[in-house]
C-alpha cells in the first residue's frame, strides 16, 4: 500500500519553509551592517561638510569684507554644487553603478577640503565650496540609494537610517570641530607659515580643511564593499548579484527568490528608462517625492543649522557661547537620529511623521513667541535654548529620519538613481532657497514671522504624508514598486 502525502500535510511544510525563509531574511548580517556603514561614511562628509559653514560665516565675512548678500552667497554657493551633483547623481550610478559614484564623490570632497584650507582669495574659496557641494549632493542620492538595494526588507528602514544618523554625526563633529579650533587658535604657534594661517590667525581654514581626513577614508574603504546586486541584475551579471545576495542572506532560496522578483519586476518595467519615469503611477510617486523633499526645508531645520549661532547671537548671547549652544543642538539631533534608527522599522514610517511633525508646530510657535514676547513675558536665553532643542528632538525623529528613506524606497530599479535624482533635486533646491532667503526673512519678518511661518509649512507636509504616501515598512522594494504601478 502506497501512502500519498496530504494536501493539507503539504501547505503546512510549505508554510514552515516560508516561515523559516522569512526569519532567516530578518537576520541582519555583520556583512549588512559593513556595507551600510561604509556608505554612511558618505553622510558623515554631507553633514561635516553643511553644517561647518556655521562656525565661518562671521570670519570670512569679517576677513573678505562681504555684504550681506556676498554671505548670503558663501553660504549658498556649495548649495548651488549640490543641485549639480544631484543633478547628474542619478544618471551616473544607474550607468556606471552605485560603487564608482561614491568614489567619485570621495574624491570631490578631498579636493574640496584641501583647496578651503589653502585658498588664496574669495574665488578660490568659492569654487572649491561649490566642488564639495558636488560630493554632497552626489552622496545624498547614490548612499541611501546603495544601502536600501543591500538591506533586508525587515531591516532597510534602520540600515538607511544609517545615513541619515551618520549625517548628524558629521553635523555634530563640524560643531566640536568648530567650537574646539576656535578655542584652541589664539594659543597655536608653529615654525610654518602655512600653519600658522590655517590653525591660528585665520582659523576659518582650518574648519573647513579638517574633512580631509574622514574624506580620503571614505574614499579608501568604498574600494572594500561590492557593487548593489540589483544594479547587477538590471546589467544582466545575475551570477555576481547572487554571489553578493548569498553573503547577505546566506540562504540559497532567499536568494533565488530575490533574483526572480527583481528580475520580473524588470521584465515588466520594459526597456525604456525615460518611459518608465512617465509612467503615470512612478510620475505620481516622484511628484509625492519631490513635494515632500521641497517641503522639508521650508520647515526651518536647516535654517536653523545655517544659521543657529547668528540666530542665538539676536538673543543676546556671545558668539562662544552661541556655537557651544548649536553643538548642544547637534548632540541632540545625533541622539534622536540614533533613536529613529532604532523604531523606524517597529513603529512605520509614516506615525514618526505624524508624532514628529506636530511636536515641531508646537516648538516653532514657542519659538516664535520667544522673539515676539520674550522680553515682556520674562523668557529667558534658556528657554529659547529648550525650544530649539525640542524642535530638533522632533524634527531629527521624524522628517529628517525618513526622508532618505522614502526616498530610497520609493522608485522602480531600473531607474531608482534618475528618479532619486529628480526627488534629490527639489530637496537641493529648497535648501538653496533656505539657505539665500533665511538672512532675508529674519530681517524682514522678523525671527517671529519666520519661525510662525516655519510652523504653517508643516500642515501641508503632514496631509501629504498622510493621503498619498503608503506605509513601506516591511515591505520589499519591489512590493513598493507594485503599489505606485497600480496607482495610475
Known amino acids: 500500500m502506497v501512502l500519498l502525502p496530504h494536501p493539507k500535510n503539504d501547505r503546512k511544510k510549505l508554510n514552515i519553509h516560508h516561515f523559516i525563509n522569512m526569519q532567516k531574511e530578518k537576520t541582519i548580517s555583520g556583512y549588512v551592517i559593513f556595507l551600510s556603514v561604509v556608505a554612511a561614511l558618505g553622510g558623515f562628509l554631507f553633514g561635516y561638510d553643511t553644517a561647518v559653514i556655521s562656525g565661518t560665516v562671521s570670519q570670512v565675512s569679517a576677513q573678505f569684507r562681504l555684504t550681506t548678500l556676498q554671505s548670503g552667497w558663501y553660504v549658498g554657493c556649495a548649495l548651488v554644487g549640490s543641485i549639480s551633483g544631484v543633478i547628474f547623481a542619478g544618471a551616473l550610478s544607474d550607468r556606471f553603478g552605485r560603487k564608482r559614484t561614491m568614489i567619485l564623490s570621495a574624491f570631490l570632497f578631498s579636493i574640496s577640503a584641501v583647496g578651503c584650507a589653502i585658498s588664496a582669495n574669495m574665488d578660490q574659496l568659492v569654487i572649491y565650496r561649490i566642488i564639495g557641494g558636488m560630493g554632497i549632493g552626489i552622496v545624498s542620492i547614490v548612499c541611501p540609494l546603495y544601502i536600501s538595494e543591500v538591506s533586508p526588507a525587515s531591516h532597510r528602514g534602520r540600515m538607511v537610517s544609517l545615513y541619515q544618523l551618520a549625517v548628524t554625526v558629521g553635523f555634530l563633529g563640524a560643531y566640536l570641530m568648530n567650537y574646539f579650533l576656535l578655542e584652541q587658535s589664539a594659543d597655536f604657534s608653529s615654525s610654518s607659515p602655512l600653519l ?8 576659518w581654514r582650518g574648519m573647513l580643511g579638517a574633512e580631509t581626513l574622514p574624506a580620503l577614508l571614505f574614499f579608501a574603504v568604498i574600494f572594500f564593499i561590492p557593487e548593489s546586486p540589483r544594479w547587477l541584475i538590471v546589467r544582466e551579471r545575475e551570477k555576481h548579484a547572487a554571489l553578493i545576495f548569498s553573503k547577505i542572506y546566506g540562504d540559497s532560496t532567499i536568494v533565488e527568490r530575490q533574483i526572480s522578483e527583481t528580475r520580473a519586476m524588470l521584465n515588466s518595467e520594459g526597456k525604456s528608462d525615460i518611459k518608465l519615469l512617465f509612467t503615470p503611477g512612478i510620475f505620481r510617486a516622484v511628484l509625492i517625492g519631490s513635494a515632500i523633499a521641497i517641503l522639508g526645508q521650508f520647515m526651518g531645520v536647516n535654517a536653523v543649522l545655517y544659521y543657529g549661532p547668528t540666530i542665538f547671537e539676536t538673543s543676546g548671547l556671545s558668539s562662544g557661547d552661541s556655537l557651544f549652544y548649536q553643538s548642544l543642538i547637534g548632540l541632540v539631533n545625533m541622539g534622536t537620529t540614533v533613536l529613529a534608527l532604532l523604531i523606524i522599522d517597529k513603529v512605520g514610517r509614516k506615525k514618526l511623521v505624524y508624532t514628529g511633525v506636530s511636536g515641531m508646530i508646537l516648538s516653532l510657535i514657542l519659538i516664535g513667541l520667544y522673539f515676539l514676547k520674550g522680553e515682556a513675558w520674562g523668557m529667558t536665553s534658556l528657554f529659547l535654548l529648550g525650544c530649539f532643542l525640542a524642535y530638533i528632538f522632533f524634527t531629527a525623529g521624524s522628517i529628517s529620519a ?8 520609493m522608485y ?5 538613481g534618475t528618479a532619486m535624482s ?4 527639489s530637496l537641493w533646491v529648497g535648501t538653496y532657497l533656505i539657505g539665500q532667503l533665511t538672512p532675508w526673512m529674519l530681517e524682514t519678518l522678523t525671527p517671529a514671522g519666520t519661525f510662525f511661518l516655519f510652523a504653517f509649512m508643516c500642515i501641508p507636509y503632514m496631509l501629504i504624508v498622510w493621503k498619498l504616501m503608503p506605509e513601506t515598512a516591511g515591505k520589499s522594494l519591489e512590493e513598493i514598486e507594485r503599489f505606485w504601478l497600480q496607482k495610475k
Open 422 to 425: 529628480v526627488a534629490g533635486l
Open 196 to 203: 600658522t594661517k590655517i590653525f591660528g590667525t585665520e582659523i
Open 402 to 409: 525618513v526622508i532618505f528613506v522614502f526616498l530610497s524606497e
Open 412 to 416: 522602480p530599479t531600473r531607474i531608482r
